[in-house]
C-alpha cells in the first residue's frame, strides 16, 4: 500500500466511525431524552449531532467520489 493510499484509508475509517458515533449519540437522545442532564435543549443537541453528522458523511462522500480508485487499491493490498 503506497503511503498516500493509507492516509485516504484511514481518512474513509475515521468518517465511518464518526458517523457512527453520532447515529448512536441520536439514537441515545431519542431513547433516553431525560437522561442527559446536560442537555436541556435536546432539540438542540439533536440538531448539533445531525450537523456532526452531515460533516462526516460529506467527508466520506468526497472521498469515495473522488478518491474511490486508491481507497480500493489500498483496502485490496490489505486482504
Not at 1 to 6: R, S
Amino acid at each position: 500500500m503506497k503511503p498516500g493510499e493509507a492516509i485516504l484509508l484511514a481518512a474513509k475509517k475515521q468518517a465511518e466511525g464518526e458517523v457512527e458515533v453520532h447515529k448512536a449519540n441520536i439514537q441515545v437522545y431519542q431513547t433516553m431524552p431525560a437522561g442527559i442532564g446536560e442537555h436541556s435543549d435536546i432539540v438542540e443537541a439533536v440538531i448539533a449531532e445531525l450537523d456532526k453528522l452531515a460533516a462526516a458523511n460529506d467527508r466520506l462522500e468526497m472521498i469515495n467520489t473522488y478518491f474511490n480508485q486508491s481507497i480500493l487499491s489500498a483496502e485490496k493490498s490489505l486482504q
